[in-house]
C-alpha cells in the first residue's frame, strides 16, 4: 500500500496538534494532585467544580464579558467604518483618492510595538484609558486598515448596473450603499469579519498595555494574567479550566462554520 | 481560593514592582493634576495639645477615613475608628473602604478636599512619587516623636521595627507609614525535620552537611521558584549583607565601584554555587513556576525553598495538614559576620498617608497613632495572616506555624533587619543580578563571573546620565 | 446630487480618518521623534538627545541578544512552517489518484490542523508551558512513557533548548493555517497539468517540484513574511513562556519584550521607541527584500 506512509504523517501532525488540546480538557477534570503527580493518567471522575471554580472564583466568566463587549463593539466600529471606507474609496472618484488609501494601508505593514508608546500616551491623554470605550476605538483603529484593504478589492469586483439603476430611482448616496451595494458584499464582509473577530479575539499586546484594569481584563489578558501572577495560588486544574472554556467556544464555532471560516480566512490571507 | 480578585493579600517582590510601575507610568496625568489645584492650604481642624491628646485634635471635628480593602479586609481599620470614637466621643467617623484608591482620590487631591487618613495600597493606588512631589503629603514627624497610644513613656516611633521610617521617608522627610511587614528566609517544614531528626542550621557549613543528610533520605535538599530566579537572590543577598554588614548594603545600594566584589557577596556566590555544584538542588527546579516551585516543596519532595513571608498564605491550600511550615533565618557565612546568625532581610508596605490639605490632620495623624496601638495590631494579625509593622504587637499571641515563625525571627533579630534598595530604584540592575544568578545556579557562571557580570551592569548604571541616582 | 455626494463622502471616510490619524498614524510619528528624546514619561521633561538612544542599543547587551534571537527566528520559523505546510498540503493531495483529489479524512485532518490558528497565542503559551513542564509536563511524560527518560529536559530553561522550544511553539501555532492556504493553492492548479505531468511518468516528487512548487510559489512568498512578521514579534509566547522571562539569561529575549519592559518597567519611553524604530526598519527591510528577492528569481526564469 503506497498510502499508508501518507497516512502516517497525516496522523502523526494531527496527532501533535490535537493532543495538547485534548490534555488540557482532560486536564480540567482532574484534581491537582492528579495533575501533579501523573500527567497522562484520566480523570478518576469528572470535577466540574473546577470549571464554576475558574469561571466564578477565577473571573474567567468576567474575562470572558468582558472580550464579548470589547470585540463585540470593535468587530462592529471596524466592519461599519472599514466598509464605508472602502466602498467611498473603490467607487468614487475624486482627487486625494489613491493618497487616502495608501495613508490607510500602510498602516498594515508597520509593527504594532512602533505605536505601542505613544499610543499609551494618547489614550491616556484621551482618558480611555482601561475603559471599554477606549479598547474599542483602538481595536477598531488597528483593525480598519486591512478590512479597507481587502473589502477595496472586493467592491470594485460588484457589478455597477444594480447602482445605477437605483440611482436612477433617485436613491440618495447612503441608501445605495446601505441598501443596495453592503448586501451585495456579504460573501467579503462575511470573510473579513471572521478575520477581524478571531483577530481581535485573541488580542493580547494592546489590551495588555492599555487595560490596565484587572476589572476589565479580556480573556487572553486574564489568563496569562492567571498563569504569571501570584494571585491564582496553585490551582492548576482550576487553570485548565480556564483554558478549556476560553478554547472550547471558538473550537466548536469553528467546526460548524468550518468551511466559511477557512475560506475567509485563506482568502484575507492571499488577496 | 484568592477571597478578593482585586487584591494581592501579601505584598511580593514582583507585585510590589508592578503596581508601582502601573503607578509610575500613569504619572504624567496624576502629577499634571496634582499640581494643577489652587495653592490655598485651607485651615486643618486644631485642638489643644495635653498629655493625653498630644497631636492637638479638635474633638468635635469630623474624620474621613480611606481604606484600601483587599485581601485584609478593611475590619481592622473599622476596630481603630472604634476606639478613635471611644476616646472622642463628638467625633463623627467617615469610613470608606475601596478597591481603586487612585481612581476615587486623585479628583479629590485636585480638588483641594482630600480625606484625612488614606490607605494607599492596591494596583490602582495613587503614585507616591506625585504627591511627595506636589507636597500633597503631611509631615508624620509629629506624629513619630510623640507618645505611643499604649505606653506615654515610649515614642511612637520606637514601637515601629526597623526600617519602617526609613521606608517612609522621602528626601528626609517622613511622610508615609507602612502597616505591614514582610521578612525572607529559608522555610522548610517543622514536623518533617522533626521526624527525620533534622536541626535548621546555623551555619553555611552546617546547611552543607544537613543538605548531603538530606539528599541521602532521598529527599532533594533545596527547591526555588526557577522561572524567577530573583527568589534565589533574596537568600544569597542576605547571606552577603550579615557578612559585611551595612557598609556591603550601601555601597551596593549606592554602586560604589567594585561593590559587588566585596568578600561578602563573593563568599555567598560560593556558596551558593556549592549548593549548585554538590547536586543539592532539585532536579528541574530551574524550570519551575513559583507556583510549581512550591507545590512541589508542600509535596515533601525538597526540603528547603527560599522565600518571603508571603508564602504561608500563598500556600494555604496546598499544604497539606499538619505541614506546618516556618522559616528561618539565612545561616551565617563566616564565623566574623558582621551581623549576627539571627539578623534577616525585611521591608514594609501598605502605605498609611495623611494629606495636607486634609481638613483635619491631628485627627489623621491620631487615628494612626491608634491604628498602630499593641491592641489594633493584634487584631490584624490574627484577622489577616500578615506581621504588623509594629514591634511586639503579636507577642503572646496564638499564630499559625509560618506567620509565628516569621515573628520570632524578627523578634530575634531586633535591629539587625535590613534590606536592599537597589531593586526599587534600579530595576534594570535587578534585572543584571536575577540573570547573573540564574546562570550562577544552573553552574553557567561562575562566582567570579558572576560578580563580574553584576558590576559591569552596576558600572554602566552608574555612568548612565538618563537614570536618576538615589543615596542612602 | 453632486451635494449629496460630498456629504456622502465626508461622512464614509471622515469618522475613519479621524480615528486612524489619532490612534494610529499620530503614534508612529510620535514614535520617532520619541526616540531622539530622553523622555520618562513625565509631561515637559523631553530632552533631545540626537542618536543617544540608538548609540546606546548598541551597547545594550541584552537588545543586542533580543536582535539575535529574533534573526534566527526570522529565518527558521517561515521555513520550517513552510516546509511542513507544503509537505502537509501535496500529502493531502498525493494521496489522491490524479495528484489532486484528496486523500480520504481530508476533511477531517483540515479541520483539526486548522485548530491552533483559532486560538490566541496566550492560551496557545499558557498551554505550551504545561506541555514543557520538566517534572509533569507532557513531553517529558511521554518521552518517559516510552523508555526515552535520557531524553526528557527542562525544556525552557536549557539555554541551547529554550529558544528552539519557543520556536517550535510558534511553527506549531500556524503549520495548520498555511497548509490550508497551500492545499487552496495547490486546488487552483489545473487539473490538466498534473494529468499532463502524470503522463510524462513524472514520480510523485517530480511532480511536485515541476507542477505544485512553481504555481504556488506566490502564495508561499506571501507566507514567508506574514510568517516573518510573527517571528520578529514572539511577544506573547516568550512573556508568558520563558524563565524571566527572557531567559535564560536572555537566550529568547526577542525585541518586543525589551521594549515593553524598557517602557512600562523602566519609564524609558524614549529608549524604548528607538527599539520600536529599529524593529520597524528590520520589518521593513525584511519584507522588501522577501517580496523583492522572488521578483528577480521569476524573472530569471522565464
Known amino acids: ?271 | 481560593m484568592n477571597p478578593s480578585p482585586f487584591a494581592q493579600p501579601y505584598p511580593t517582590r514582583r507585585t510590589v514592582l508592578r503596581a508601582a510601575v502601573a503607578a509610575g507610568a500613569t504619572l504624567p496625568l496624576l502629577s499634571a493634576c496634582v499640581t494643577g489645584g489652587k495653592d490655598d492650604k485651607p485651615a486643618s481642624a486644631a485642638g489643644a495639645k495635653s498629655a493625653t491628646n498630644p497631636l492637638g485634635v479638635k474633638e468635635d471635628a469630623a474624620l474621613e477615613v480611606v481604606i484600601f480593602k483587599g485581601g485584609y479586609g478593611d475590619d481592622y481599620a473599622k476596630k481603630a475608628e472604634g476606639l478613635y470614637t471611644q476616646k472622642y466621643p463628638k467625633a463623627t467617623i467617615d469610613h470608606k473602604g475601596i478597591q481603586k484608591v487612585g481612581e476615587a482620590l486623585q479628583p479629590r487631591f485636585v480638588a483641594n478636599t482630600p480625606p484625612d487618613v488614606v490607605d494607599n495600597t492596591g494596583a490602582g493606588r495613587l503614585d507616591l512619587a506625585a504627591l511627595v512631589g506636589a507636597k500633597q503629603l503631611s509631615s508624620l514627624s509629629e506624629l513619630l516623636d510623640a507618645p505611643s497610644f499604649d505606653d506615654p513613656a515610649v515614642k511612637f516611633k520606637d514601637t515601629l521595627l526597623p526600617g519602617v521610617v526609613e521606608d517612609g521617608t522621602f528626601d528626609g522627610a517622613p511622610l508615609v507609614l507602612n502597616f505591614t511587614y514582610t521578612a525572607w528566609g529559608i522555610w522548610y517544614s517543622k514536623p518533617l525535620f522533626a521526624s527525620k531528626g533534622w536541626t535548621y542550621p546555623k551555619t553555611w557549613d552546617e546547611m552543607i552537611a544537613l543538605c548531603a543528610t538530606i539528599k541521602a533520605a532521598g529527599i532533594a535538599p533545596w527547591t526555588y521558584q526557577g522561572k524567577y530566579p530573583e527568589y534565589m537572590n533574596d537568600p544569597l543577598l542576605s547571606m552577603a549583607a550579615k557578612t559585611g554588614g551595612a557598609d556591603l548594603i550601601k555601597a551596593v545600594d549606592n554602586l560604589q565601584p567594585n561593590a559587588w566584589k566585596a568578600d561578602g557577596l563573593k563568599a555567598a556566590a560560593e556558596a551558593f554555587a556549592e549548593l549548585a555544584a554538590k547536586g543539592y538542588i532539585m532536579t528541574g527546579s530551574e524550570a519551575l513556576s513559583h507556583t510549581e516551585a512550591q507545590a512541589a516543596w508542600c509535596q515533601g519532595k525538597a526540603a528547603f525553598i527560599p522565600s518571603g513571608s508571603w508564602l504561608e498564605a500563598e500556600q494555604k491550600d496546598v499544604a497539606p495538614k499538619g505541614f506546618d511550615m516556618v522559616m528561618g533565618a539565612v545561616p551565617a557565612r563566616t564565623g566574623s559576620d558582621k551581623f549576627g546568625a539571627a539578623a534577616i532581610q525585611a521591608a514594609s508596605s501598605e502605605s498609611f498617608i495623611v494629606p495636607s490639605k486634609a481638613k483635619n490632620i491631628a485627627g489623621g495623624l491620631e487615628y494612626l497613632r491608634i491604628l498602630f496601638s499593641k491592641q489594633s495590631a493584634r487584631s490584624f494579625a490574627e484577622s489577616a495572616g500578615t506581621l504588623p509593622a509594629i514591634a511586639g504587637a503579636t507577642d503572646g499571641l496564638t499564630l499559625s506555624s509560618g506567620l509565628g515563625s516569621t515573628r520570632d525571627a524578627v523578634n530575634a533579630a531586633g535591629k539587625e533587619a535590613f534590606t536592599y534598595r537597589f531593586r526599587t530604584w534600579y530595576a534594570p540592575l535587578a534585572k543584571a543580578v536575577d540573570d547573573a544568578t540564574g546562570e550562577l545556579i544552573n553552574k553557567r557562571a561562575t562566582p567570579a563571573e558572576w560578580a563580574d557580570r553584576i558590576q559591569k551592569a552596576a558600572d554602566a548604571l552608574a555612568k548612565d546620565s538618563s537614570v536618576k541616582k538615589y543615596t542612602r | 446630487m453632486k451635494h449629496g455626494r460630498l456629504r456622502f463622502l465626508i461622512g464614509a471616510l471622515l469618522p475613519a480618518l479621524v480615528l486612524h490619524v489619532v490612534f494610529v498614524l499620530s503614534p508612529y510619528g510620535q514614535a520617532f521623534y520619541l526616540s531622539l528624546t530622553d523622555w520618562t514619561g513625565v509631561a515637559g521633561e523631553a530632552h533631545f538627545v540626537g542618536a543617544g538612544n540608538y548609540a546606546r542599543l548598541g551597547g545594550d547587551s541584552l537588545f543586542l541578544d533580543a536582535v539575535r534571537n529574533n534573526a534566527v527566528m526570522l529565518i527558521c520559523v517561515p521555513l520550517v512552517t513552510i516546509a511542513l505546510g507544503l509537505f502537509l498540503a501535496s500529502m493531502l493531495h498525493l494521496g489522491g489518484r490524479s495528484g489532486r483529489s484528496s486523500i480520504r479524512g481530508a476533511g477531517a485532518y483540515q479541520i483539526v490542523y486548522f485548530f491552533p490558528q483559532l486560538l490566541s497565542l496566550v492560551i496557545v503559551a499558557v498551554l505550551w508551558q504545561f506541555v514543557y513542564n520538566p517534572t509533569n509536563g507532557l513531553l517529558n511524560g511521554a518521552l518517559r512513557a516510552v523508555g526515552l527518560d535520557g531524553l526528557a529536559r527542562s525544556w525552557l530553561a536549557e539555554p541551547k533548548l529554550a529558544l528552539p522550544a519557543i520556536m517550535a511553539v510558534l511553527v506549531w501555532s500556524s503549520v495548520g493555517f498555511y497548509m490550508v492556504l497551500f492545499s487552496a493553492a495547490i486546488d487552483g492548479i489545473p487539473k490538466e497539468l498534473f494529468e499532463a505531468a502524470l503522463l510524462d511518468g513524472a514520480g510523485s516528487w517530480a511532480t511536485f517540484r515541476r507542477v505544485t512548487l512553481p504555481l504556488v510559489r506566490d502564495t508561499v512568498q506571501v507566507s514567508f513574511v506574514y510568517l516573518g512578521i510573527t517571528a520578529l514579534d514572539g511577544f506573547a509566547v516568550v512573556q508568558i513562556m520563558t524563565v524571566g522571562p527572557g531567559g535564560p539569561d536572555g537566550a529568547t529575549e526577542v525585541i518586543g519584550l525589551s521594549l515593553y519592559r524598557a517602557a512600562f518597567f523602566y519609564g524609558k519611553f524614549g529608549y524604548a521607541s528607538a527599539m520600536g524604530v529599529t524593529l520597524f526598519f528590520a520589518t521593513l527591510t525584511f519584507a522588501v527584500l522577501a517580496l523583492r528577492s522572488g521578483r528577480k528569481e521569476r524573472l530569471e526564469l522565464s
Open chain 1, 1 to 271: 500500500m503506497k498510502r499508508v506512509p501518507i497516512h502516517l504523517a497525516m496522523l502523526a501532525w494531527g496527532v501533535v496538534t490535537a493532543l495538547p488540546l485534548l490534555w488540557a480538557i482532560v486536564s480540567s477534570f482532574k484534581t491537582d494532585n492528579d495533575i501533579l503527580n501523573d500527567p497522562w493518567s484520566l480523570p478518576t471522575e469528572p470535577r466540574w467544580g473546577n470549571w464554576s471554580r475558574a469561571w466564578s472564583q477565577a473571573n474567567i466568566g468576567r474575562y470572558f464579558f468582558n472580550s464579548l463587549i470589547v470585540v463585540g463593539g470593535g468587530l462592529l466600529l471596524t466592519m461599519l467604518l472599514g466598509s464605508m471606507v472602502a466602498y467611498a474609496l473603490a467607487r468614487y472618484e475624486f482627487r486625494g483618492n489613491r493618497l487616502i488609501y495608501y495613508v490607510f494601508v500602510a498602516a498594515m505593514f508597520f509593527p504594532v510595538f512602533l505605536a505601542l508608546v505613544p499610543l499609551f500616551f494618547v489614550v491616556e491623554q484621551l482618558g480611555l484609558l482601561g475603559t471599554y470605550q477606549g479598547l474599542i476605538l483602538v481595536y477598531a483603529a488597528y483593525a480598519v486598515p486591512f478590512t479597507v484593504f481587502f473589502l477595496h478589492a472586493f467592491f470594485k469586483t460588484l457589478p455597477s448596473e444594480v447602482a445605477e439603476a437605483a440611482f436612477l430611482d433617485g436613491c440618495s448616496h447612503g441608501t445605495v450603499f446601505f441598501r443596495v451595494m453592503l448586501p451585495m458584499a456579504r460573501p467579503g464582509l462575511v470573510a473579513v469579519g471572521i478575520f477581524n473577530f478571531l483577530g481581535l479575539w485573541n488580542q493580547y499586546l494592546l489590551p495588555l498595555v492599555l487595560n490596565p484594569d484587572p476589572d476589565r481584563y479580556v480573556l487572553a489578558q486574564g489568563l496569562a494574567a492567571l498563569s504569571v501572577s501570584q494571585g491564582y495560588r496553585s490551582d492548576w486544574s482550576g487553570l485548565f479550566a480556564g483554558l478549556t472554556i476560553a478554547m472550547l467556544p471558538v473550537l466548536i464555532a469553528y467546526v460548524v462554520f468550518q468551511r466559511h471560516i477557512r475560506a475567509g480566512m485563506t482568502a484575507g490571507a492571499v488577496k
